[in-house]
């Protein structure tokens, strides 16, 4: 049977399909660049596992208490040699993304400190850990005070602005890599490694820590390879590679690390406790496949961003800039072409597909939500997803995809959706 035509049973047509396809030719030296990453990201992690000497034993858990439980602690080391870290905490313990960020701010700095973000508007979430909008147990609420610093106009860095902001009270500044679901450029870790000379030179006792979230093995080298003392996310992201049912992880300086074991747990315990359950074959598992996974999902987003590009839509990258992170956005200025996006993401998943995502007044947004995720991991957000608030400019986030197979297919319906609404008129 000829590809067009299973297309054309999933409600693609074959203008559609056709017009993708030759998209797809012009990215392929660019795809070719991406294996080549994932192949030294690949070779990384096995190495990484080799020397912490990954045994058949570390698949299995513990309960209880988990003392001594050798897959957690060698897991741990597997994640200090990817990173090029002392240390680091990786637990099912640590709930999410927002979670681990919140645990690394919480444990290293104390009443009296100061938190600075050189890079303007952290993560929405974090607005309320840090206390930017009031919120029970922030951080302001045990007297830690935040300076941020916007970047400049055309995204660089406002190095005068920094050096201004940074007093004797500055612990700990935090740079968050992927724009997450602003407008702003995500950094380079290059990017990242100037930002943290600088403010070493100034300080050298500043902590910088990295919120990693959607960026780890999308280059070869990692934030902590260029100076940053913490690097931190969410295993329903890239590293846990799609396997990974729960879990955040925190790598770095063994100082820092410590720190932030002792306040998981309790003071004396720190990681000596926190029983692993059955994840750790997941984690283990998840981390091998991550390279090409994240591979998988960046390709995904070039070919998203040249398929709506081409038919004369807006999109953040754009089709041919260099990528730092794995998400996509593209803008419709229509609330209906958001909801046609999602709706077609939403159709195309292994789970949940028969479910049409609509417009919903979601906790903590201030318009209605949609959002599209049949996964196999509730949530997770480095399988094939999309969201995007009802608002101007109409803009939705998309990301993930476990293999690009899916993801293409996501996205052919996706366009065939925002098609059918009437917003694409004719394909060259
Ligand atoms: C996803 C994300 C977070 C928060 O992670 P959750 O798992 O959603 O809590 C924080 N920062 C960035 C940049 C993210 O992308």
């Given at each position: 049977m000829k590809t067009e035509n299973i297309y054309r049973s999933f409600g693609i047509e074959d203008s559609t399909f056709f017009y993708a396809n030759q998209i797809l030719d012009e990215l392929k030296e660019r795809f070719l660049k991406i294996d080549e990453i994932a192949e030294i990201n690949q070779l990384k992690v096995i190495k990484a596992m080799q020397d912490a000497r990954v045994?058949?034993?570390?698949l299995l858990g513990t309960s209880g208490?988990?003392?001594?439980d050798i897959g957690r602690d060698t897991l741990e080391k597997v994640y200090a040699n990817i990173f090029h870290t002392e240390d680091a905490l990786v637990r099912?313990?640590?709930?999410c993304g927002t979670h681990a960020l919140a645990l690394a701010l919480m444990s290293n700095l104390r009443p009296g400190d100061e938190l600075l973000s050189?890079?303007?508007?952290?993560?929405?979430?974090?607005e309320e850990v840090i206390g930017i909008r009031e919120s029970k147990g922030s951080l302001k609420e045990y007297g830690i005070s935040y300076r941020q610093v916007e970047l400049l106009?055309?995204?660089?860095?406002d190095f005068e602005g920094i050096k201004n902001a940074i007093?004797?009270?500055?612990k700990l500044v935090t740079i968050q890599r992927s724009k997450g679901y602003q407008t702003r450029k995500t950094l380079s870790v290059e990017k990242i490694g100037e930002l943290i000379a600088f403010v070493k030179k100034i300080r050298p006792d500043i902590i910088c820590m990295v919120d990693n979230c959607y960026g780890?093995?999308?280059?070869?080298?990692?934030p902590s390879d260029v100076g940053a003392d913490m690097v931190v996310g969410s295993l329903?992201?890239?590293?846990?590679?799609?396997?990974?049912p729960i879990g955040g992880y925190i790598a770095g300086k063994k100082e820092c690390v410590e720190n932030a074991a002792f306040r998981l747990t309790s003071p004396g315990l720190g990681k000596e406790v926190g029983a692993s359950l059955g994840v750790l074959k997941d984690f283990y598992q998840g981390l091998f496949l991550a390279p090409t996974v994240t591979a998988n999902a960046l390709k995904g987003a070039i070919f998203a961003s040249a398929c709506f590009e081409k038919a004369g839509f807006s999109v953040?990258?754009?089709?041919k800039e260099e990528r730092f992170d794995i998400i996509q956005a593209v803008t419709f200025h229509k609330k209906e072409g958001v909801i046609a996006f999602c709706q077609g993401i939403q159709a195309a998943a292994?789970?949940?597909?028969?479910v049409e995502p609509q417009p919903w007044d979601m906790p903590g947004y201030d318009s209605q939500v949609i959002m599209a995720a049949g996964a196999f991991v509730s949530?997770?957000?480095?399988?094939?997803s999309a969201d995007g608030p009802?608002?101007?400019?109409?803009a939705v986030y998309f990301q993930g995809g476990l293999t690009f197979e899916h993801a293409k297919f996501g996205i052919l319906k996706a366009f065939q959706a925002v098609k059918n609404a009437g917003l694409i008129k004719e394909l060259s």
């Open positions: 045994s058949e034993a570390c208490y988990g003392y001594s099912p313990q640590i709930t050189p890079v303007g508007k952290p993560y929405d979430t974090l106009e055309n995204g660089d860095f007093n004797e009270r500055t780890e093995f999308v280059q070869t080298i990692e329903i992201k890239n590293p846990g590679g799609g396997l990974a953040i990258p754009d089709s292994p789970v949940d597909s028969f949530g997770s957000s480095i399988e094939l009802i608002k101007p400019p109409y």
